[in-house]
């Protein structure tokens, strides 16, 4: 990530918080977009939060607190990650903020997933679709079909999740959006994979794989490529 050092380089150079702000903001968005560790969001995370707090910057710790938050989460901590994404969605919304909401809810379910909260995460899910339509913020809308997916899998929905992953493959070809379409093939192969359908599996998931050209060291492309390896 060569542009997202080179940017929070240039924005310390400045040494002008709002700056610094919105890199430190971009490379966490940027970062959790291609599945960077946890423990390396939650860097810029507190940074970006202890630079909001000391210079007023109220948008900006709002953010940091959703994005420490699920990271917390991500990194098995999600009692104390889920209250600092609650305060910080709420903070938005006080703020009078709905632009991304939907993304915010989804994160916020994501922490309640990965939790286990499953009738939570479902819920905040709900809301961010809905939202998502009423507002036309669908940036997101795919990876909150496959996360709820993710979730009623677990519950032991698989019909419920072959609908929702095949949802979120249907928004992400709409939307041209191959990161997005590749982790919801790569969740419906997996379903499908468990079920005995390695040839439908592979079907699916090889087409999408193959039209990256770069980015194989990312996890998503690496986990898509292990998938399809096993399924052969």
Known sequence: MCQRDAALDEARRLSHPPTLAVALGAAWVAGSFVRLEPGWLLQYADELLTLATEHGLALYRMAALVYRGWCLAALGRA??????????????HELGLTVWRPRRLTLLGDACRMAQHWQ??????????????EIADRCYQAETFRLT???????????????SYREAISIAQQQSAKLWELRAATSLARLWGEQGRQAEARDLLAPVCGWFTEGFSTADLKEAKLLLDQLS
């Open 79 to 92: 009692d104390e990650g889920i209250p600092l994404l609650i305060d910080g969605v709420a903070g938005y």
């Open 120 to 133: 939570a995460a479902l819920a905040h899910f709900v809301e961010a679709r809905q939202l998502a339509e």
């Open 149 to 163: 997916g993710d979730v009623m899998v677990a519950m032991g929905n698989r019909a419920g999740a072959e609908a």
